[in-house]
DNA sequence: CATGAATGAGCTTTCATTCAT
DNA sequence: AATGAATGAAAGCTCATTCAT
């Protein structure tokens, strides 16, 4: 009945994805070693592989949470009567999640240019982000009939924006105010959406 | 009177360059070794270092070049006259860019978590797109004076959404039609413009 | 009570270090290879690695031992009634060190002409024996006011005799007999040092 | 009739050989390559082949002259009526060599660590000198017939002195007076060769 | 004779992973 | 569970030597 306290391999484990949160953040994926890891989480390196197969496990594990609070977003409830207001808890949204998880997501990224399932996991989170946008447009723009780009690849484009401008703003360190940031995105997501719903697409 | 033919030693360098890009292509930068590099050009393992000291310098020659046309392109005249018409080309001359070096910008930003100087190079031609950019949306918009996002946070949101979209779908794959992507960039592109134009950023 | 018995590192570091002694005396300091060293210690090449960084640091641990006898040696208290005595003294003390630890040495004096290092251990010390020996020196001949080599640079010439004599008998294996060498080294001590005692420099 | 002129190839043999003393002060007999001397020569990799069949060929002919003074030093005529000016003579004519051929001397003695043609060439020179001063003290010390080191012992001692000295000097840099040197090795030879004409070993 | 590109054996060092304790 | 010594497969890089031009 009681919440069970952490066992002494709950703790190792822990510790370990600790340090490797640090180790990650100093020397990036490629350099990291495993000897990098288990200095930091102050076990011995055998340990190691007694919770993990190799460093490609343990970063899975970190991933999947940063990757299930991206699920969790894109499947959120979209609030139809405030189209700005959506927009905005959207963005904000992402920014966060950037915010929180620079370390997880920069490395994710990094591990996804040469391991097929961090890439995998990439392109399936985007696609369900783009997929939720499109329809989003969609909806907005139905009844635009008129030759103009397809709802998809707007989406595409903005949800390309978004989680960019976030990497290269809160992990790769480009220097942004929040507020000003936030009410660009806002800003020019906003305005497409809108060209998207006045079908005024071919005089612009 | 003729042009002189390349020289063995030209001939030689040519051959590992063009091999380091099958190597990055099928491989990946950090797991391309200069033996895959050699093997692919058909020279010996030493022959490598007599035109290159490392990996490194080899990719520096090839990024160089791309580098210049992205330079070229964000220093290129922008047409006052035909806003649309100047949006479209500099899109286009990006989707161009990264169609036709994929491997090398790829490899490039691949690179560039882990090496400073690739990562610098990346940022200041990202610095001076936006800048550009910033520039002619502050054109643009000069009327306006109402709180508003600065041009600078709306260009960098806009040159991120199309070198972002530009990469996944030229680099990783992301299907797109040329026609609809394009138009889809231009869209977003040219209303944002439009509505700091406008001044009407308060009414969204 | 008793005394720990050696850890498992330390009998493969001192298994490391014979080997390294051994690899030294057949191909000499350049010639050896980790490779040779490994083989004769029956460990794995990475095992190396595991104790010294790198053939130097191996080396340093050897010749520390030889330049700490030296030292003492050097540093010992000089009987002041026996002369005679004394300068056989330290001329066997230095003969028995060389034969006792040849290998050592003779690497190390190979290491020095490449290794600042090892080189600076060289001088040191043999500034240290060179300094002892010229206070002894200047004490037995401070009678002697008159125009003679300064006692620096006898002692210099003497400790360049005993050091390349034993050299060159017990490292590179010139054959000589015990007794005859050592009596030849005191002979030669003996009389100078008789010389200067006498003041009669200048009728030689 | 006329002297010929020194040909294509002897100015280049030359060049060689002058590059090659460069770049052993420079760099030392290991870490100079091929490359260093052809470099400072100014030739080309492949012309060193016809030259040399590798650098201890070339080392080889700098290394003769050098040893042709020494025999030459050893084999001259010694004066037996004046001793002291003999030894003075001896002893300055191989501190001259010395101070003349530091570079090839210690590139010579660095090698013959390690090439057994340059260690014979090198016991080979020594016992030249240690016979023809073991002939000079036997003559002097014919006499004695006591208990006493042999004359080839003491001899051996006095020429390690000797060229220890100088090449701790002359080679290694330790700072001397020239005249205060000499007149070091003068005293201690000197009165080593009167103690065993003396005949007062047993006395000493 | 001279050139210098090409060769490839050889050496050092790293590090993920195993396993006896 | 934890330890940490040992392993050995990879790489990177160097440089003496060759040889086509």
Known sequence: ????????????AS?????????????????????????????????FYTYYDNKSALLRDLVEA???DLAALAAAPWRGDDVRGAIE?????????????????KTWLQAAR?????????????????RRVAEHLSAASAASGRRSPSAR??????VAMVEHFAY???????PHDRDDAIAALVLVWGTALNELADARLATV
Chains 1, 2, 3, 4 share one sequence.
């Open 1 to 12: 009945m009681t919440a069970t306290p952490p066992t002494r391999a709950e703790r190792t």
């Open 15 to 47: 510790r370990l994805r600790l340090a490797a949160r640090e180790a990650f953040a100093e020397l990036g994926w490629n350099a990291a070693r495993v000897e990098d890891i288990v200095k930091r989480a102050g076990v011995s390196h055998g340990t």
């Open 66 to 68: 940063s990757q299930g």
């Open 89 to 105: 808890h959207v963005i904000s949204g992402v920014v966060d999640l950037f915010a929180r998880d620079a370390v997880v997501i």
């Open 114 to 130: 040469e391991d097929d399932a961090f890439r995998d996991l990439y392109v399936d989170s985007r696609a369900m982000f783009v």
């Open 153 to 158: 690849s707007v989406a595409a484009a903005l």
């Open 168 to 174: 290269l703003w809160l992990v790769l360190g480009e």
